[in-house]
């Protein structure tokens, strides 16, 4: 039960996440396209106010499930290795640990792990990551 419940927040926490990147990257482009450059960086300040405050949280509470989930499912190594179901997960968490920990050291913290400033990467690992966890039990 507690186990549902923990995959339940985790998919809420993706959604939110997901959700912003998907906006982000997809959408909120086409702003600056029609309102020019200097109205767009006020528009984006007006939202991203409320989003600061919903979408790091978001993203912490991602990999804090994550990590309570991971022991539970990843069970023991064979003797012929990993299996696929395990490297998959394995793979999909530490995609998620990485961006986890450059969201966390981002936001909080101001440190750009590598010089990108756009959502472009975070989104693309996220569709990775979506990927990754429907081809786990292929
Ligand atoms: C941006 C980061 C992440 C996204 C978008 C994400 C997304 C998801 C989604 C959509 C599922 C449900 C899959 C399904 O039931 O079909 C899931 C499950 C899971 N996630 Fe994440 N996740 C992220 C980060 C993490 C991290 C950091 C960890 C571990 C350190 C983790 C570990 C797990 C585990 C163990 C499951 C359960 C797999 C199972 O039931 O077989 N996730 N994740």
Redesign the pocket.
């Known amino acids: 039960m507690t186990f549902i419940l923990i ?1 339940t927040v ?2 809420f ?2 959604f939110i ?2 959700g912003f990147l998907f906006t982000d990257n997809l959408f909120c482009s086409k702003i600056e396209r029609t309102y020019g450059n200097e109205k767009y960086k006020e528009i984006r300040e007006s939202f991203m106010k409320y989003v600061r405050k919903v979408v790091p949280p978001s ?1 912490i509470v ?2 804090i ?3 309570y ?2 022991p ?3 069970g023991t190594v064979g003797n012929e290795g990993l299996s696929w ?1 395990q490297k998959v ?1 394995l793979l ?6 990485w ?2 920990l450059r969201g966390f050291l981002q936001v909080y913290f101001g440190i750009q792990p590598f010089v990108f400033k756009s959502h472009r990467l ?1 989104l693309i ?2 569709v990775s ?2 990927i990754l ?2 081809i ?1 039990y292929l």
């Open positions: 995959k985790h998919l926490a993706a996440y997901g993203l991602l990999v499930t994550g990590i989930m991971f539970q499912v990843f179901f997960v999909k968490a530490l995609l998620g640990l961006l986890g975070p690992l996220v990551i979506l966890t429907q786990r």
